[in-house]
């Protein structure tokens, strides 16, 4: 059994940045792959960023060169490092993980850029 909890949304100005965190628990050896999600108000979920086991990132055209997904093994942690939001990055964002077939969700964390 594999937990996943993120944190680290909250309101920010256009331009600005914010870094989410996704803490894993359980049987994480497990794990595929781990990636980012995010789902705006009447749209459907959307995959921005993957971080594989073996450390290969991929990530969305909307968020490249804006958005880093990274990974902290000692702390069983993944981030996403959000830079230059815009308004349109308004989502509500959740973390994945994937022991294959399988998804694993956290509960979302609430990201609001707006002035």
């Known amino acids: 059994q594999v937990q996943l909890v993120e944190s680290g949304g909250g309101l920010v100005q256009p331009g600005g940045s914010l870094r989410l965190s996704c803490a894993a628990s359980?049987?994480?050896?497990?794990?595929?792959?781990m990636r980012w999600y995010r789902q705006a108000p009447g749209k459907q979920r959307d995959l921005i960023a993957t971080?594989?086991?073996?450390?290969?990132?991929n990530y969305a055209n909307s968020v490249k060169g804006r958005f880093t997904i990274s990974r902290d093994n000692a702390k069983n942690t993944v981030y996403l490092q959000m830079n230059s939001l815009k308004p349109e990055d308004t989502a509500v964002y959740y973390c994945?993980?994937?022991?294959?077939?399988?998804?694993?969700w956290g509960q979302g964390t609430q990201v609001t850029v707006s002035s």
């Open positions: 359980g049987d994480i050896a497990r794990i595929n792959a």
């Open positions: 971080i594989t086991s073996g450390g290969s990132t």
């Open positions: 994945n993980g994937l022991i294959y077939p399988v998804d694993i």
